[in-house]
């Protein structure tokens, strides 16, 4: 049984940063690809990020790059988001994602297979 479980959300100003992480359970995930995607009230979840578990190779969606980075720690099992320049648009439900197969398109939410429960990051202006 596969859970992700997020953490590392809060409150903080624009400008700011924060870090979320994902612990990964449940399966060897070195296959897999891991995803950021995020829900704002009001609005379809969007994809944030991805990274491929094996190469590391990393996928970012236009709004968030060069701001974003993220990584994975294959000792701890985790998926780590890094965010910098916080914006109050960034406020959203953040959910780690995981897709056991491989999806050209890492930002089709349809080939994640595993999701986290959220956690909430408030930005503000």
């Known amino acids: 049984q596969v859970q992700l479980v997020e953490s590392g959300g809060g409150l903080v100003q624009a400008g700011g940063s924060l870090s979320l992480s994902c612990a990964a359970s449940g399966r060897t995930f070195s296959s897999y690809t891991m995803g950021w995607f995020r829900q704002a009230p009001g609005k379809e979840r969007e994809f944030v990020a991805a990274i491929r578990w094996s190469t590391v190779r990393t996928y970012y969606a236009d709004s968030v790059k060069g701001r974003f980075t993220a990584s994975r720690d294959n000792a701890k099992s985790t998926v780590d988001l890094q965010m910098n320049s916080l914006k109050p648009e960034d406020t959203a439900v953040y959910y780690c994602?995981?897709?056991?197969?491989?999806?050209?398109?890492?930002?089709?939410?349809?080939?994640?297979?595993?999701w986290g429960q959220g956690t909430q990051v408030t930005v503000s202006s």
């Open positions: 994602a995981a897709a056991p197969k491989y999806y050209s398109d890492s930002s089709y939410p349809g080939g994640y297979a595993y």
